[in-house]
């Protein structure tokens, strides 16, 4: 590996770790807020019963201040009534008086059921002082532990950004300014390259770019997504590992005919060539979404037609077709966004090659097989 790209290495590990503790330190007055919201909510709480609990007193009062009145204006009508000369003004303050006699009671009624709510009040705005007050040590500590982590993470980024300036030291202006550009836009600067692949944008690289990148002799930037290349042999051999347990480990697996979906490969299909067509029926109509085969990304939209997969798209059916196994649901398959993840990709050119293979050691077989039949007779 080229020492620039190892330099550019460990300043990608220095930016991205940077960035996150930018990030965490930015949240911080976020997050103290978000805690402060939580106390306020217990306060208005608090706030609340207090206020009912005003308002009853105040009611009380009122109804108090008119028992008062009401009982001051009957000693008045019993006055007036000792002066009367009719017997119509006699039942006229007679009836004012039991007018009043009867709001005296309704508004004793109403002190009672003050009195009554007053017990409810008391006991709801002391529970409401208890919340707030164990609420607000545990906020307080919430607040002293984010405090505490934000001037850990404060430390954290100063050394980091002294190990920062040192590494961009020893690397070229130019390099360093496409490195910075890329990695502004894009997250990063660097990819890996694995199994002919630029794993930052997963597009497949050209051979003669391939071979440049593994020889390690020269800088090489991926054509799609401008990030600088790099190849580690130790996770090459992983992938290599990896694809060679599905295709050697075990018999292949062969796809249900009568399966709701169904995956191909296809190696002519049209000005786009190599491709995988996954259907999927539904009911009576189906559906054709086409992916590029080695950048996995989506041709065209997805088709809809009447009828099952093999009556509905009929014309795609060619001798040269593989049928694979793979199956995902409708619904993940809508949040790929276009493009194929990287697992579902690899698992189906895992499932291709050893379809491959099986095909080759039956074409094999079966030569044998004729070669002696031929020799015998």
């Not at 014309?315 to 809508?334: P, V």
Request: hydrophobic share 35%.
């Amino acid at each position: 590996m080229l020492p620039d790209i190892e330099k550019l290495l460990q300043l990608q590990v220095a930016d991205k770790e940077i960035r996150t503790l930018q990030e965490e330190i930015a949240a911080l007055p976020k997050r103290v807020a978000a805690i402060e919201q939580k106390l306020a909510g217990t306060k208005a709480q608090l706030e609340k019963a207090r206020t009912a609990a005003k308002g009853d007193e105040v009611n009380r009062k009122k109804f108090e201040a008119a028992i008062k009145d009401l009982q001051g204006k009957i000693s008045k009508y019993r006055d007036q009534s000792l002066a009367v000369k009719t017997n119509e003004q006699y039942k006229a303050l007679l009836h004012e008086i039991q007018f009043a006699e009867q709001e005296i009671r309704l508004n004793e009624d109403r002190i009672l059921e003050v009195m009554v709510n007053a017990e409810t009040r008391d006991r709801e705005v002391k529970a409401a002082e208890a919340e707030l007050k164990a609420e607000t040590a545990e906020i307080e500590k919430e607040k002293e532990e984010a405090r505490k982590i934000t001037a850990a993470d404060q430390a954290k980024l100063s050394e980091w950004n002294a190990k920062r300036d040192g590494l961009r030291q020893g690397i070229a202006d130019d390099l360093l300014r496409h490195y910075e550009r890329v990695m502004k836009f894009r997250g990063s600067g660097l990819a890996e390259v694995r199994d002919h692949k630029c794993m930052g944008c997963q597009v497949m690289l050209r051979p003669q770019t391939y071979n440049e990148v593994r020889n390690g002799e020269q800088l090489v930037v991926c054509d799609s997504c401008q990030r600088i290349l790099h190849f580690d042999p130790a996770n090459e051999m992983k992938e290599t590992e990896a694809a060679a347990a599905v295709v050697h480990g075990r018999k292949r697996h062969r796809p249900k005919s009568d399966a709701p979906q169904a995956w191909f490969y296809r190696p002519d299909f049209g000005e786009e060539g190599e491709v995988l067509i996954v259907y999927s029926n539904s009911g009576d109509h189906s559906t054709r979404r086409i992916f590029e085969m080695h950048s996995g990304r989506q041709i065209g939209d997805v088709l809809s037609r009447e009828g099952s997969y093999r009556l509905a798209f009929p014309e795609d059916m060619t001798d040269s077709t593989i049928r694979l196994n793979g199956h995902w649901d409708e619904s993940e398959m809508d949040e790929w966004n276009s493009e194929l993840p990287t697992a579902a990709l690899d698992a189906l050119h895992a499932d291709l090659r050893a379809a491959q293979k099986e095909h080759r050691s039956t074409h094999h077989d079966h030569a044998a097989s004729a070669a002696e039949h031929s020799a015998a007779s």
